[in-house]
């Protein structure tokens, strides 16, 4: 069956626009997570999907990140006022019921550079 | 903070030798641990985890890995590496008592293998 899906696979833009980053998880799967890897690191936790819920936010940077699962689909990741320091690839994970030990299948996602 | 450690960054080995990379956590409780792969090119993949119940755990193509409490470890490991091992290894842990089960990675670490 079809995998994790990430639009755009890159994404260039200008200091200060404002971009989406979209994510199509498995279909089934309720759970869905952002994480963002920088350059020479681990992917690192951005937030957490529990269907139309972010039910765990903790992991966005400041409040120029926000995103939105309105049908407990697909999701969106939108950044205002990019900066340089957002450029890195941001990958997308779903799983089937968000429980303890339960694989997390990643997307290949979208690597961003600000410019 | 909880943390996971990866400390060799690049390893590279011959065909046919035999596979160790550390992993260390900080989780004071219980923890469920993963290790995952990424293949040039390719996105995140799991290799296997552990959540309970006996701690040497086998995955694919050949890897295995031991969750041993008391040093706080999930090391993992392959007899003897083919050139298609070469890959980057995350290692990642989550706490299962926490509502999202987000992942926290290690820094990875890149496996070249030569023919």
């Known amino acids: 069956g079809a995998g994790v899906s990430q639009t755009p696979s890159n994404k260039v833009t200008e200091k200060g626009k404002y971009v989406e980053l979209r994510c199509d998880p498995i279909s089934g799967h309720t759970a869905l997570y952002w994480y963002r890897q920088s350059l020479g690191q681990g992917p690192e936790f951005l937030i957490y999907?529990?269907?139309?819920?972010?039910?765990?936010d903790s992991g966005l940077p400041n409040d120029r990140f926000f995103a939105v699962r309105p049908e407990g689909s697909v999701s969106t990741l939108k950044i205002q006022r990019t900066e340089r320091g957002d450029s890195a690839v941001y990958l997308c994970?779903?799983?089937?019921?968000?429980?303890?030990?339960?694989?997390?299948?990643f997307g290949p996602g979208t690597r961003l550079l600000v410019l | 903070a909880q943390s996971v450690s990866q400390h060799n960054h690049h390893v590279i080995l011959s065909e046919a030798a035999s596979l160790e990379l550390g992993c260390n956590y900080s989780y004071g409780g219980t923890v469920n641990l993963f290790w995952y792969v990424q293949y040039p090119g390719q996105h995140l993949q799991l290799l296997l985890k552990y959540f309970s119940g006996d701690p040497l755990v086998k995955g694919i193509k050949g890897f295995e890995a031991e969750f041993i409490k008391s040093k706080f470890s999930f090391n993992l490991r392959k007899p003897s590496v083919q050139w298609s091992d070469t890959a980057e290894y995350f290692c990642a842990a989550s706490d299962p008592t926490a509502g999202s089960y987000q992942l926290t990675f290690g820094k990875g670490t890149k496996l070249s293998v030569i023919p």
């Open positions: 994970a779903s799983s089937l019921e968000g429980s303890s030990g339960e694989t997390q299948y």
């Open positions: 999907f529990q269907g139309t819920s972010a039910a765990d």
